[in-house]
Nanobody, 115 residues
Framework: QVQLLESGGGLVQAGGSLRLSCIAS????????MRWYRQSPGKQRELVAG???????IYFDSVKGRFTISRDNAKNTVYLQMNSLKPEDTGVYYC?????????WGQGTQVTVSS
């Protein structure tokens, strides 16, 4: 069964850092674009960062310079390094990936940033 499994969320004070990981597991031939979304309380889910198989990246404006997305193709894993965290970064972070031309979502991991 193909699935995405996130880890690394938690509670951190403002200014702190967290690193999220997402592993794509199962019988997978090709892992294409991988992305991180978040859903903050009372808001719609939004794209935080994305990375292509070749390593090209995009970022939501509010996280530029603070978050870094990366991937390890040999491990079918995508990471999100989050630095200088702010209370408005609080939310459930979801991994999203194009696996063999099908979009999959992870179950989400909670990130809470206290002021």
């Amino acid at each position: 069964q193909v699935q995405l499994l996130e880890s690394g969320g938690g509670l951190v004070q403002a200014g702190g850092s967290l690193r999220l990981s997402c592993i794509a597991s199962g019988s997978i031939f090709s892992v294409n674009a991988m992305r991180w979304y978040r859903q903050s309380p009372g808001k719609q889910r939004e794209l935080v960062a994305g990375i292509t198989k070749a390593g090209d990246t995009i970022y939501f404006d509010s996280v530029k310079g603070r978050f870094t997305i990366s991937r390890d193709n040999a491990k079918n894993t995508v990471y999100l390094q989050m630095n200088s965290l702010k209370p408005e970064d609080t939310g459930v972070y979801y991994c999203n990936a194009n696996l063999d031309s099908t979009i999959y979502w992870g179950q989400g991991t909670q990130v809470t940033v206290s002021s």
